[in-house]
Nanobody, 126 residues
Framework: QVQLVESGGGLVQAGGSLRLSCAAS????????MGWFRQAPGKEREFVAA????????YYADSVKGRFTISRDNAKNTVYLQMNSLKPEDTAVYYC???????????????????WGQGTQVTVSS
């Protein structure tokens, strides 16, 4: 069982930065790959980024590539999402999620993730 709690969201101007954190409970955190998703009002939840259990492999949606960086610290049971050059279209609720088997076929599909956090709001003003 893994419980996830996101933090770090807020209001920022376009071009600014935020760092989201996702703290996990449970001794099995390091066995899970992790992903970040986001959901804007009236839209489906969409994949943002994912990282393997070791941190050795990372994946990004085209819309955030070059601006966002996902990382993890297994000693602290935490995964991060550094968001730079934020745009108004990045406004959404951001969720972290844990997945036991990360593949190119599964990482973008919310239904394949095993555990979810409650989400943190990110609002980017123009």
């Amino acid at each position: 069982q893994v419980q996830l709690v996101e933090s770090g969201g807020g209001l920022v101007q376009a071009g600014g930065s935020l760092r989201l954190s996702c703290a996990a409970s449970g001794r099995t955190f390091s066995k899970y790959a992790m992903g970040w998703f986001r959901q804007a009002p009236g839209k489906e939840r969409e994949f943002v980024a994912a990282i393997s259990w070791s941190g050795g492999s990372t994946y990004y949606a085209d819309s955030v590539k070059g601006r966002f960086t996902i990382s993890r610290d297994n000693a602290k049971n935490t995964v991060y999402l550094q968001m730079n050059s934020l745009k108004p279209e990045d406004t959404a609720v951001y969720y972290c999620a844990a997945i036991s088997v990360l593949t190119l076929a599964t990482m973008m599909r919310p239904t394949r993730y095993d555990y979810w956090g409650q989400g943190t709001q990110v609002t980017v003003s123009s």
